[in-house]
């Protein structure tokens, strides 16, 4: 069981005729929208445009053979691909030998990182980037990758008096390009239209020598598959520059990946795996790594393609790699024909559908607060490009700021009989209090060391301006955890308000709370436990002829 843990691919069902049929179309249609998109998102990250297969094949095969979601379409992204361009800036020229070598570096240590977490089972670090930040960044992401791409996609340029110039017949190439992938995302999205229009333009080019007209096209690429081996060496002080980029990509990339195992998980009915995911994925970027090409991450939408096109394991990935060797051996030819402005036209269609209104409007309608945190990501990551993790960061901080806020101004009600017989807040709902003599409170939220000196100072605060009072009861259904120091201002708590000659009854404590605070009180005859709220308002009945029963017996 430990075996088939760790190498899920063992689990797979085995391959006959009809399974091998569905699988191989889902492989092959996975393949034919791979291979132009990958190639695209190569210059996206600044990388020879060849590496985008080589980031491509051996990830996709290795990611579904030890991830726990071996459907998934693993390879550059548009996201992954503009984070590598942003954290190489400035360190080497983009498409140089030194870049490749700092990718390949960049792929190993967000690998390795991966990895350990998951073998570790701390994949839970990763809910630590909430929703908001990350629609904020993917959009602040999307608007960056479309205007790094204009240039191309318009052959943009500068004449000599700083006025802009562009090659007319390259800029309606590349418009054209990107309203048919528009087109054909909406009308038929199983229709490998990018495929399609990659040889199409391909040969246009090719038969009418469109280079001879200053249409620029790929060129030449390199032929054969990479050879496997280490990236170069770095300096230490290059290595430690990568660190916290690669936990950057790390982290973004996996929430890509999320998103296309919860579209898995629910297709297939069975528990997503985060952990082993984590270990497939960052194996993944170790084989890209080694083979000369640069941090990988799940594709949404070619998963998608994957799923709906009936793929049911990992073998459709299999054939897609197949379909992706044959390529490489013998399809560079046509892609060197390939218009640059059709490459640029192939990337802002696939970014595109990144710009959604609903998030922003549902967080209008929802939460102010999380519209500031994705507000502030989204000008933090779009200002501080081309090191756009910095938005991710901004995001973070300020999300965990709120959260302590949050956390530090918890809500302590005090309570009055509903007309429906239910314990409400009395103030909200304008109710009489439970007893002329008795505050009765109910702390809604844990007793730990940020947040128990607010409890103190609450029921200090109710308790102030009550001359009658005589006992305070504390309704703890609601506190979850209590900590050492949450005992140690209890105790102050519960110490002046004996002073006051008050009593203490502590109501419907969970069972490990009450453990611990009976540690403490158990020898304090102030103090008493009731188990049920029916017990507690039983008592509070009884209590004002107590209390004039002793004051009866003292005279």
Aim: aromatic share 8%; charged share 15%.
């Amino acid at each position: 069981m430990a075996i088939q843990r760790y190498l899920p691919f063992l689990n797979w069902p085995r391959l006959t005729l009809k399974r091998f049929e569905r699988e191989f179309l889902a492989g092959l249609t996975v393949g034919l929208m791979a291979l132009p998109q990958s190639v695209a998102y190569a210059g996206l990250a600044g990388m020879p445009l060849v590496t985008g297969i080589y980031a491509t094949l051996l990830p996709t095969l290795v990611a579904s053979l030890f991830s726990a979601t071996p459907r998934l379409a693993v390879g550059p992204t548009a996201l992954t691909c503009l984070l590598v361009f942003g954290a190489l800036s400035g360190m080497a020229e983009p498409g140089s030998t030194q870049w490749v070598v700092l990718a390949g570096w960049l792929a190993l240590l967000s690998g390795v990182f991966q990895m350990s977490l998951g073998f570790l089972r701390q994949g839970w670090l990763m809910d630590l980037v909430s929703a908001p930040v990350l629609m904020a960044f993917t959009q602040a992401a999307a608007l960056l990758i479309i205007t790094s791409q204009l240039p191309a996609l318009l052959t943009l340029g500068w004449g000599s008096e700083a006025t802009p110039v562009w090659h007319l017949p390259s800029a309606v190439l590349g418009t054209a390009a990107l309203v048919f992938v528009l087109v054909c995302k909406k009308l038929r999205p199983s229709l490998p239209a990018v495929f399609l229009l990659l040889l199409v333009a391909a040969g246009a080019a090719w038969l009418w020598g469109w280079d001879e007209k200053g249409v620029e096209v790929v060129g030449p690429l390199p032929g054969g598959f990479p050879s496997l081996g280490l990236p170069g060496r770095l300096s230490l002080e290059q290595l430690l520059e990568l660190v916290f980029p690669a936990m950057v990509i790390a982290l973004v990339s996996f929430m890509e990946t999320a998103a296309s195992a919860r579209l898995d998980s629910i297709q297939s009915g069975e528990r997503w795996n985060r952990d082993q995911d984590l270990i497939g994925q960052g194996a993944a970027k170790l084989s890209a790594a080694l083979c000369g090409a640069f941090p990988t991450s799940t594709s949404f939408s070619r998963s998608a393609l994957n799923l709906f096109a009936g793929a049911q394991s990992g073998w459709s990935n299999v054939f897609c790699a197949l379909v992706l060797a044959v390529m490489l051996l013998v399809g560079l030819p046509v892609l060197a024909w390939v218009p640059k402005a059709v490459l640029a036209a192939i990337v802002v269609g696939s970014v595109l559908g990144m710009f959604q209104f609903q998030p922003w409007k549902r967080l209008w309608q929802t939460s102010r607060r999380d519209l500031l945190v994705a507000l502030t990501t989204l000008v933090v990551t779009y200002a501080a490009a081309p090191s756009m993790y910095w938005g991710i960061c901004a995001g973070l901080v300020l999300s965990l700021l709120i959260f302590v806020r949050r956390r530090l101004r918890p809500r302590i009600v005090e309570l009055g009989r509903h007309p429906d017989l239910s314990l409400r807040d009395r103030h909200f709902w304008k109710l009489p209090p439970l007893s002329e003599n008795c505050l009765a409170v109910r702390p809604d939220c844990s007793l730990d060391y940020l947040i128990a000196p607010a409890v103190e100072r609450r029921i200090l605060a109710l308790c102030e301006g009550r001359g009658d009072l005589r006992s305070v009861f504390i309704f703890m259904q609601g506190v979850n955890l209590i900590d050492a120091t949450g005992l140690e201002v209890v105790a102050r708590l519960f110490e002046r308000l004996r002073k006051q000659g008050l009593k203490i009854h502590i109501v419907g404590a969970k069972l490990e709370v009450e453990q611990s605070m009976k540690r403490v009180f158990t020898r304090w005859e102030e103090v008493r436990f009731h188990r049920t709220e029916q017990e507690a308002l039983q008592a509070m009945e009884t209590m004002p002829g107590d209390e004039k029963e002793q004051a009866r017996e003292s005279s």
